[in-house]
């Protein structure tokens, strides 16, 4: 098992060898499946300015806002 995880980390090392943030990773998967930010706001109940800050790197991922979104995008 640990050189299958070890195989996966180098392939997603390949396909983007800069580290990304968080707001990074939600941005592109929000964009990926054509969700807006206020479609996002409407089921988490964070605003769609905190939500661009977090996207931003403006503001920083609390667990709940985490849970929340990451439920939201899927």
């Known amino acids: 098992k640990k050189k299958s995880n070890r195989l996966a980390i ?9 580290p990304i ?21 409407k089921v988490t109940g964070i ?4 939500l661009s800050d ?5 503001k920083k991922f609390g667990l709940i806002s985490a849970i929340k979104i990451g439920m939201a995008i899927g």
């Not at 943030?21 to 706001?41: D, Y």
């Not at 605003?47 to 905190?50: G, K, L, Q, R």
């Not at 977090?54 to 403006?58: A, C």
């Open 10 to 18: 180098d392939v997603l090392n390949e396909l983007h060898p800069e």
């Open 21 to 41: 943030t968080s707001g990074q990773a939600m941005k592109a998967k929000r964009s990926n499946f054509g969700i807006t930010l206020s479609e996002i706001s």
């Open 47 to 50: 605003s769609p300015n905190n």
């Open 54 to 58: 977090l996207e931003n790197g403006k």
